[in-house]
């Protein structure tokens, strides 16, 4: 499986963006994914997941209200819109295959894309 991540990049503070990821190598409409960030000197963490069909859906706190995953299993590609966003949003946006949906607790990821750059300047 292949993951590549787009359409992160430079933003003031309240604005959007929407980020992409697409998959190839396998069949993508059987897989939970998720979209996770890491910001500089902190760890990785979870940002929002969806299950294989899209209807359901679980996100951080953090992001809760502002940030919308969704996916096209048609076109295999798995998307974040990130609203209203914030300085402290700024990360390294990191698409994930999990290794099952629950809305307990954060699934371990079994494949993870690369990541693709969000700044938000305030």
């Known amino acids: 499986v292949q993951l590549q991540a787009s359409g992160g990049g430079l933003v003031q503070a309240g604005g959007s963006l929407r980020l992409s990821c697409v998959a190839s190598g396998r069949t993508f409409r059987n897989d939970h994914m998720g979209w996770f960030r890491q910001a500089p000197g902190k760890e990785r963490e979870f940002v929002a997941i969806?299950?294989?069909?899209?209807?359901?859906?679980k996100y951080a706190d953090s992001v809760k209200g502002r940030f919308t995953i969704s996916r096209d299993n048609a076109m295999n590609t798995l998307y974040l819109r990130m609203n209203i966003l914030k300085p402290e949003d700024t990360a390294v946006y990191y698409c994930a295959r999990l290794q099952y949906y629950s809305d307990f607790g954060t699934p371990p990821v079994d494949y993870w894309g690369q990541g693709t750059l969000v700044t938000v300047s305030s």
């Open positions: 969806t299950n294989w069909s899209g209807v359901r859906t």
